[in-house]
């Protein structure tokens, strides 16, 4: 039973701000939502995390609805580095990190 | 300041050998992760350990498979008897608290099982 739900795949031009939404309907008042990403072949990388407050960071912005149940990554200025899948978790105390199938994003040049 | 830091890089194993795959976490942290990722599909969590404790190993295989974290060294995954279904990509992270989702991964371990 999934906790978030991203779309399958998002294309983004190079340079735009890339606006990776996710659902997560069910989330209880505990729960944080984390965001990673895997560039082909890599290991994961943590970008961003949040609980119900607006996150920035050098590399993202996390944008919370104010009812928890989505939230939004934002990365502003688009590279092709960038061309990654993005993961959206939600996660409590003592929970592990369980990766779904995230959002495959292309950068198109 | 090194990361998490994997090695081998890539292992090839015939079917019925032992792959140990190592991983060193980065530096103060004493909570370790392992997760596998099978050609084209999604990362799953296998086990965590911390110094010389193994906290969960709900996503161990029951057979074959084995993990440790010594108090002095790297964390060690061991597979016996590999088949050709072990064949995976096997990523390594550490935090440097418990119940903290901000994990760093390693590059990873590409195991070919012929």
């Known amino acids: 039973d999934a906790k978030t739900t991203q779309p399958t795949s998002m294309d983004c031009a190079e340079g735009r701000a890339a606006n990776l939404p996710c659902n997560h309907s069910?989330?209880?008042?505990?729960?944080?939502v984390y965001w990673y990403r895997q560039i082909h072949s890599q290991g994961p990388q943590y970008i961003i995390h949040?609980?119900?407050n607006n996150e920035t960071n050098e590399m993202a912005s996390l944008i919370i609805t104010e009812d928890r149940k989505s939230s939004t990554l934002i990365l502003p200025h688009a590279t092709l580095r960038d061309t990654a899948v993005y993961y959206c978790?939600?996660?409590?105390?003592?929970?592990?990190?369980?990766f779904g199938t995230g959002t495959r994003l292309t950068i198109i040049p | 300041n090194a990361g998490v830091m994997q090695n081998p890089r890539h292992l090839v194993r015939r079917r019925g050998q032992e792959a140990r795959l190592r991983c060193s976490p980065m530096?103060?942290?004493?909570?370790v992760y392992w997760y596998r990722q099978l050609p084209e599909e999604g990362l799953k969590f296998m086990v965590y350990?911390?110094?010389?404790?193994?906290?969960?190993e709900s996503g161990m295989p029951k057979e074959r498979f084995s993990a440790e974290f010594p108090k002095e060294g790297p964390s060690i995954l061991r597979i016996q008897q590999v088949v050709r279904g072990d064949s995976a990509a096997y990523f390594c992270?550490?935090?440097?608290?418990?119940?903290?989702?901000?994990?760093?991964f390693g590059e990873g371990s590409r195991l070919t099982v012929l």
């Open positions: 530096k103060g942290h004493s909570h």
């Open positions: 949040g609980l119900k």
């Open positions: 992270a550490s935090s440097l608290a418990r119940n903290t989702g901000e994990l760093f």
């Open positions: 069910t989330i209880s008042g505990n729960e944080y």
């Open positions: 350990l911390q110094k010389e404790n193994i906290i969960d």
């Open positions: 978790i939600v996660l409590g105390g003592n929970e592990k990190l369980t």
